[in-house]
Each structure stands twice: as structure tokens, then as C-alpha cells.
């Protein structure tokens, strides 16, 4: 089973509108998340990490962490058509050792 | 800023070939990784690796070995590999462990004929 399950699969967003994507981790040692985003040929980069409950702000993208029903999401605001990628989030914990564990990831994609 | 280099960018083999990917890093990171990516979506951490000589097995290490004889370089050795596999595999690298951002390189695709 999955450990870090990810809603939707895919999400078709207008140019300047909202996406919201969201995470779920199944194993309570994973309270410690991140976001990273893919696009198409290249390798993920790292958008921003949530250690805390809350929500943490990085110009157009909010994270917002539950670590009591172990949920993170992220919302796009003001979406760009350079927005468009497949986006991951990842876990890991403290006794998950030090390796991050992937989702499978959302496909974003912003029309003009 | 630093940069992951990864050869090759692709690698057509035969089955039950041993295959060797090779990945450098100059941001003198400690740790490094190597993922496998299906189809565009989810990564597999094969295996990691904490500092020189360290190698540390992740959920899909078998059927692939690794080795790590420089801090900069971290290498993935396909040890047979299977028909009609097509996969694309990606190197990391971060200051240490989890808390730190990857680095990621812009990955080598693999197909077996």
C-alpha cells in the first residue's frame, strides 16, 4: 500500500485561478512533508517543506500541515501556465529513517 | 550553486545486461540517492547513501547494486536487466538527510529491448 497517497491524479486549472492538491500519508511516523515540482524532461525541484502545523506561505503557493490526520495540501494562487507540471509531495519521520518517501504524484495543468 | 550530472542521458540495453548509470555532484553534499521513476509519476527511492563508502538499501534495491567511492559521485549498476523494462532514473543529492532539500539531476532513460 501506498505510504503517501495524493488527490487528484490530474487537475486542469484556468490561467489565474486556484489549484489545490492534496496529501495524505497512511503511516503516522510520517509528519514531516514536502512539496516538489516536475516538469515535463526534467527532475523534480523543490518547492517547500512543512514541518508544522499550519499553514506556511512562499510567494503564490500555501502549504497547510494537519499532523493529527496526517493531511497536507498546497494551493496555487493566481495560477501561470508555467505552472503546469506534475507535482509530488514527500514524507518522512522520525523513525522513518532518512530517506523521503514520494507520492505519486498530480499532474497540474493551467490553461491560458 | 551546484549542479547534478548524470550519464548517460540514455541507455538502451539488452535483457539480462548489467547496465551501470553514473551520477556527480558539486554542491559537496553528504548524501545522495537514486529514485526510479515509471511513467511520469511516482519516485522509488533503489538506494541512498549518507557519506563515502555508505550505502543504505531503499524499498526497490533488488536487482540493482550501488556504490559510492567518492563523496562526489554515486553510481546504479542494473545487475540484469529485464525486457520491455523503460524507466527513467533519477540522482539527488542534499546536505544530509530528509529535513534538507534534493537536488535532483535531470535523470537517464533506460529502455531493455
Known amino acids: 500500500q501506498q505510504k503517501v497517497q495524493q488527490s487528484p491524479e490530474s487537475l486542469s486549472v484556468p490561467e489565474g485561478g486556484m489549484a489545490s492538491l492534496n496529501c495524505t500519508s497512511s503511516d503516522r511516523n510520517f509528519q514531516y512533508f514536502w512539496w516538489y515540482r516536475q516538469h515535463s524532461g526534467e527532475g523534480p525541484k523543490a518547492l517547500m517543506?512543512?514541518?508544522?502545523?499550519g499553514d506556511k506561505k512562499e510567494g503564490r503557493f500555501t502549504a497547510h500541515l494537519n499532523k493529527a490526520s496526517l493531511h497536507v495540501s498546497l494551493h496555487i494562487r493566481d495560477s501561470q501556465p508555467s505552472d503546469s507540471a506534475l507535482y509530488f509531495c514527500a514524507a518522512s519521520g522520525n523513525q522513518g529513517g532518512r530517506a523521503l518517501i514520494f507520492g505519486t504524484g498530480t499532474t497540474v495543468s493551467v490553461s491560458p | 550553486g551546484g549542479i547534478i550530472t548524470q550519464t548517460p542521458k540514455f541507455l538502451i540495453g539488452q535483457e539480462g545486461q548489467k547496465l551501470t548509470l553514473k551520477c556527480q555532484q558539486n554542491?559537496?553534499?553528504?548524501?545522495m540517492y537514486w529514485y526510479r521513476q515509471d511513467s511520469g509519476k511516482g519516485l522509488r527511492l533503489i538506494y541512498y547513501?549518507?557519506?563515502?563508502?555508505?550505502?543504505q538499501k531503499g524499498d526497490l534495491s533488488e536487482g540493482y547494486d550501488a556504490s559510492r567511492e567518492k563523496k562526489s559521485s554515486f553510481s546504479l549498476t542494473v545487475t540484469s536487466a529485464q525486457k520491455n523494462e523503460m524507466a527513467v532514473f533519477l540522482c539527488?543529492?542534499?546536505?544530509?538527510?530528509?529535513?534538507?532539500?534534493?537536488?535532483f539531476g535531470p535523470g537517464t532513460r533506460l529502455t531493455v529491448l
Open positions: 547513501s549518507i557519506t563515502e563508502n555508505d550505502l
Open positions: 517543506s512543512i514541518f508544522s502545523d
Open positions: 554542491f559537496n553534499h553528504d548524501t
Open positions: 539527488a543529492s542534499s546536505i544530509r538527510d530528509w529535513e534538507y532539500e534534493q537536488y
